[in-house]
């Protein structure tokens, strides 16, 4: 299996705190992977370290063979991200976001297909404003898949969608991994990892505290559910570290 | 290429769209023209003129243009560019761009009211005019980026623009005549590049020789690729 994002002993301190302590992550080429674990735990501060947007104060990171940080211009023709708020300009319509995401970069889709594609056709000249919770998800989802990226990262994606709306952003990133992309996500909804992820690791301040399969993470928890064992582990982390909230 | 060219029509799209753009950037320069006229001496105007245009630079590049920019980091659009191959030089440039296109416009308007309202002329010709525009251009909007391109917050951008962009409105002769100005104030006002701006526009105006106007221009010139440099150096996306 050949890697799409190598992370080793990463760290990562604000004010004598270390937020990222030692983290190290494989995420194999063709995977959906989630980084999963409680507020707090670091899991924002690890991606943007990953992506370079924050500088890490150790540790080796590498994104498709790339240095995010020194190979920045190179490494985001072929990774497309999806942050938790999309931020867009005011006023902005639908089609102009995505014609101007498109020309930021050497090679695009057709942004006019992806939006067909997520159901997003008819709302062209509307504003982005206008849109419902779901739409702007959806849309958000476009603007990172617009580079046609070898390496998606969704933010949590559903977050706030009602159940209707959250199955048919699932279904569209199943899509995405038949497409051939490796997905990094993280989620806060353990049905909906269970259903969609190869593999995960749980972060608890600021290191991993265990990884595999969905499955593998249940039997070796001996819970009932994903859910479960997540919390199970969470609190075994906790006590372990002796402290409390 | 095409990214600057995108992100340049986008950012005129998006200002058309915005009141206070023309607001402030067209129609407020042209009422100010027209105010100036009625109290003042026609044959003062031909020196009004140059200030008032200047005085529409002014409100493109140091309020319209940091404040939009940072209004962008406070949305978390350039979050969002920062994971897309773009750079701050083509992010700034283009906006910078789109600000002088709104300038133009300004300039155009209040040439038209002055021509025809008001008979005044440009002794030293059009073509200098338009270089001598271009020169305190380059200048106040490098001053702009540069507060854009660097102010940590949206309260940090609006407290420099309007930190620099009033004390130009009326210390540098762009709305009140510099001439009323005690002469310690004149002289501190030297430092502002609004008034070398007014200077050198109001030169080519009255026809003064171009000699006299090296320097003003020079100091534009260079105060435009250092603040525009530092802009692009020294970005923050976040």
Redo the contacts between chains.
């Keep these: 299996m050949t890697i799409a994002v190598r992370v080793q002993g990463l760290r990562k301190t604000y004010g004598g705190t270390a937020v990222v302590d030692g983290v190290d992550l494989r995420v194999g080429r063709g995977e959906i992977f989630g980084l999963l674990g409680p507020n707090g735990a670091g899991k924002s501060t690890t991606i943007e370290c990953i992506?370079g947007?924050r500088q890490r104060d150790a540790g080796d990171v590498e994104v498709l063979g790339l240095d995010p940080g020194r190979d920045?211009?190179?490494l985001?023709?072929r990774?497309g991200?999806q942050?938790q708020?999309?931020?867009?300009?005011?006023?902005?319509r639908v089609g102009?976001l995505c014609?101007?995401?498109?020309?930021?970069?050497?090679t695009s889709l057709d942004w006019r297909e992806l939006l067909a594609r997520f159901g997003l056709k008819d709302k062209v000249s509307a504003p982005v404003t206008a849109l419902s919770g779901g739409q702007r998800q959806r849309l958000a989802i476009v603007?990172a898949l617009i580079?046609d990226p070898e390496l998606v990262f969704l933010d949590e994606l559903t977050t706030g969608l009602d159940p209707r709306a959250r199955r048919h952003v699932w279904a569209i990133v199943r899509g995405l991994r038949e497409d051939g992309k490796t997905i990094f996500l993280t989620s806060h909804y353990m049905d909906e990892v269970e259903t969609l992820c190869d593999r995960v690791a749980i972060l608890s301040h600021g290191r991993i505290i265990v990884e595999g399969t969905p499955s593998e993470l249940v039997e070796k928890a001996s819970a009932a559910g994903l859910e479960e064992a997540f919390l199970d582990y969470v609190d075994d982390a906790l006590e372990h570290e002796g402290g409390s909230w | 290429m095409?990214?600057f060219?995108?992100?340049l029509v986008?950012e005129l799209?998006?200002a058309t769209?915005?009141v206070d753009m023309i607001v402030f950037g067209i129609i407020f320069p042209v009422i100010v023209l027209l105010v100036t006229g009625w109290v003042s001496d026609p044959e003062d105007m031909n020196a009004n003129f140059a200030g008032i245009v200047c005085f529409g630079i002014c409100a493109a590049g140091l309020m319209m243009l940091p404040l939009t920019i940072a209004?962008?980091r406070h949305?978390?659009?350039?979050?969002?560019?920062?994971?897309?191959?773009?750079?701050p030089a083509t992010l700034l440039g283009s906006s910078a761009l789109a600000a002088c296109g709104f300038v133009a416009v300004s300039a155009v308007a209040t040439y038209l009211v002055a021509r025809f309202v008001f008979d005044v002329t440009i002794s030293g010709g059009p073509g200098r005019f338009v270089i001598a525009f271009l020169f305190v251009q380059a200048a106040i909007f490098g001053v702009g980026t540069l507060v854009g391109g660097v102010a940590s917050n949206a309260k940090v951008a609006n407290a420099l623009a309007a930190g620099l962009y009033f004390p130009m409105i009326l210390l540098s002769g762009v709305a009140v005549p510099f001439e009323v100005f005690p002469r310690p104030v004149q002289l501190a006002a030297q430092i502002l590049p609004a008034t070398q701006g007014v200077a050198l526009l109001k030169g080519v105006v009255l026809g003064e020789p171009w000699t006299g106007m090296l320097i003003p221009a020079a100091i534009l010139a260079v105060l435009g690729a250092v603040t525009y440099t530092v802009a692009v150096l020294r970005f923050r996306?976040?």
Excluded: C, H
Aim: proline share 4%; net charge positive; aromatic share 12%.
């Design positions: 992506l947007t920045r211009r190179t985001f023709e990774v991200v942050f708020e999309m931020g867009y300009q005011d006023k902005i102009e014609a101007l995401t498109s020309s930021l970069y050497d603007q580079p | 095409k990214t060219r995108t992100v986008t799209r998006l769209r915005n209004d962008y949305r978390k659009v350039l979050k969002r560019f920062r994971v897309t191959p773009t750079s996306w976040e």
